[in-house]
């Protein structure tokens, strides 16, 4: 079995990480949170086998090159159904954070065809990662965990290194933020490295230590 190679985008005005997973024996790759239609990534993904789209949350910061990425490599978006009402909401959040930077093919929303549940398993060529359901940030957070050694967690914006996701956003719950964290992250292998949707990487063991909530 090989091991997973992630390359990471930051993209768009909020500085998201957008990763690619990729198998390198088969170059099937998933990716994670298209921020931004951006060329550089485009570029990329022609070289690989691009085979799914998987979004961590449904805030717009990590969605904007969702639809054009899915539309142009005929793949599908993937998600957990409890964001699907946040991702659709897309044009309103837009509104709201990005103001003049609308452009009209940001409305024409691609819906997510794949809806993910606790425990669900997603191939990425012949290495396979386990969704985990991660509510607070916003409903229907989640991650998705490759075991290994070290592990490597994608998780959006529940946890960051030094500190957690806000809770003032539709649907953010900070004591359901909370117990995502220290019951489905902080039980996980402490060299796990944490990969967020901004910001550097981390390891469960080093937040652990910074936990002060
Ligand atoms: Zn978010
Ligand atoms: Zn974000």
């Not at 485009?42 to 910061?61: A, C, F, N, S």
């Not at 990425?69 to 998600?79: D, K, S, V, Y």
């Amino acid at each position: 079995m090989s091991t997973l190679k992630v390359e990471t985008f930051v993209l768009g005005p909020f500085q998201t990480n957008s990763y690619l997973l990729i198998d390198p024996a088969t170059s099937e790759t998933v990716i994670v949170d298209p921020a931004a239609d951006d060329q550089r990534m485009i570029k990329r993904l022609e070289g690989l086998k691009p085979k799914m789209i998987v979004q961590t949350h449904g805030h717009v910061d990590h969605c904007v090159g969702s639809s054009s990425l899915a539309r142009r490599f005929g793949i599908p978006i993937a998600m957990h159904e409890l964001d699907v009402p946040l991702y659709k909401s897309i044009p309103q959040q837009i509104q709201a954070f990005m103001g003049g930077a609308v452009r009209p093919e940001m409305f024409d929303l691609v819906t997510p065809e794949i809806l993910l549940n606790e425990g669900d398993e997603i191939a990425v060529g012949s290495i396979t990662a386990k969704v985990i359901h991660l509510p607070g940030h916003s409903p229907g957070g989640i991650a998705l965990y490759f075991q290994g050694d070290p592990g490597k967690l994608f998780c959006g914006d529940t946890l960051f290194a030094d500190g957690v996701g806000r809770t003032d956003l539709w649907g953010g719950s900070w004591p359901t933020l909370l117990s995502s964290i220290r019951n489905k992250i902080f039980t996980l292998p402490g060299q796990t490295v944490v990969y967020s949707g901004h910001g550097p990487d981390t390891t469960v063991a080093r937040e652990i230590k910074c936990f002060a909530y």
